[in-house]
DNA sequence: TGACAGTATGTCAGGTCTGATATAACTTGA
DNA sequence: TCAAGTTATATCAGACCTGACATACTGTCA
């Protein structure tokens, strides 16, 4: 694993210390959670290319700043359920959103 | 929309009633639910597939029959999370999960 | 430097989801 | 038909998630 991804891992709420710590997320955590991470990836290209706030999107799906700040720092208190509703909600086909869980890790 | 569909939505635990009923179900709503429906479907392809019972399954992610049962059915108090997490438990890919969403509806 | 717009982080009450349990319904083979 | 195996449905306490709010941080412009 690369210590870029170790790093999105931590800021996402979850502890990336030596090989060994790292042994504690099995392998399908790890998929979980950068699953979670590309869309909230998504969810942040897609805000920034319209030139939308975080404020502006939480209008749009009826939720609040801090929580899009979260959705988009995959924090560990947001759910992939909030998030494809929100990625639908602005726009995103289901199609898009498989794609986006698809791309290669 | 086709009849088949309304009946895995009704049975998913939506009302689907006439035209104008069903227009309460918003686009974002409707493919969500879609996407639910996908891989709750996929998930029994793969049991079924293998032989396993719904007990099985439920030991192997460390979950019950009965939530096994509710998944399958896309229940409303099955969360995408869940559905996710119980299909990498069982060895799909995250490729393989994207593809299932998006495939066409 | 200050003021402002935008983003990040911490907290929490209320609502939702979860695994567990009980039990009913359905299937299949003898 | 009965019994055993499997699946469906109902319920609930405890855990978790959510929007909202407060506040801190960051960048930018004058």
Same mark, same amino acid.
């Given at each position: ?39 909230? @990836?998504? $969810? ?6 319209? #030139?939308?706030?975080?404020?502006? =999107?939480? !209008? +749009? *799906? ?18 992939? @359920?909030? $998030? ?6 602005? #726009?995103?086909?289901?199609?898009? =959103?498989? !794609? +986006? *869980?698809?791309?290669?890790?």
């Amino acid at each position: 694993m690369q210590k870029s991804m170790e790093k999105r891992l931590e800021s996402a709420g979850w502890r990336v210390g030596d090989a060994a710590d790292f042994l504690e997320l099995t392998d399908e955590e790890t998929a979980f959670v950068e699953l979670k991470l590309a869309l909230a @990836d998504y $969810l942040r290209d897609i805000r920034v290319k319209h #030139g939308w706030t975080q404020t502006y =999107v939480a !209008r +749009v *799906i009826s939720s609040s700043q801090s929580r899009v700040a979260k959705m988009e720092a995959a924090d560990p208190s947001v759910t992939v @359920d909030l $998030l494809v509703k929100s990625l639908l909600a602005l #726009g995103a086909s289901r199609l898009e =959103v498989g !794609r +986006v *869980i698809a791309r290669a890790a």
